[in-house]
């Protein structure tokens, strides 16, 4: 199909910092590849970066999307997105469903390029969409959970979780075993997982 022929569309990435697999790139490409197959072609990208798919509140990529879509700020006839859960992770289901029904209402219509089924309003389609969204939701929910134990966990041990260090205090790196590795100094990180960081005076 030539590209005047071609229908407008936009793509949508989002990236929380969970898994490669969900990288920009990659994102990226399984979209562009599902564009050419389908008689797409992408003319904009709207991005978040490193952002969780909980709440809109945060996602100012999805939130200038909609914003252009509903208003009809430019021709987009579609919205291309990896999969369900790049949509959202939202914990109300309805949230999910909400946002795509306003692109669907102004005339560009979500497309999951990385699924099994087409987003079509067929019934065996919204059954299968309406499971992920709740098993993306459920997702993020049992990741707080495990998250916050584990904090609590190290807060227990005695170490700090995150923060600055207080007046008259530096950050210590610790190792596994416990012993004092080096100072870190303002702006600088850990760089292995299994290190800990505490306060310490000097």
């Excluded at 109300?92 to 699924?115: M, Q, W």
């Excluded at 700090?160 to 990180?189: F, H, V």
């Amino acid at each position: 199909m030539t590209a005047d022929l071609r229908i407008p569309a936009i793509q949508y990435l989002r990236m929380s910092t969970e898994h490669q697999q969900y990288s920009l790139e990659n994102q990226s490409a399984a979209i562009r590849m599902y564009a050419e197959s389908h008689g797409f072609e992408i003319v904009q990208t709207y991005c978040d970066a490193a952002k969780s798919g909980i709440v809109l509140k945060h996602r100012y990529g999805l939130r200038q999307l909609l914003h252009d879509v509903v208003t009809q700020a430019a021709p987009y006839r579609a919205i291309l997105v990896y999969d369900v859960s790049r949509w959202g992770r939202f914990q109300d289901t309805e949230g999910s469903a909400h946002y795509e029904f306003l692109c669907k209402a102004a005339g560009a219509p979500v497309h999951y390029c990385a699924e099994t089924f087409a987003n079509d309003g067929t019934l065996p389609s919204l059954i299968m969409k309406a499971l992920k969204r709740t098993i993306a939701g459920e997702y993020s929910r049992e990741l707080s959970v495990k998250v916050l134990e584990g904090q609590r966990r190290l807060a227990r041990l005695g170490f700090k979780q995150g923060g600055r260090p207080g007046y008259g205090l530096k950050r210590l790196l610790i190792s596994p075993n416990g012993l004092p590795k080096q100072t870190l100094e303002s702006g600088e990180r850990k760089s292995i997982a299994t290190d800990r960081v505490n306060p310490h005076s000097w």
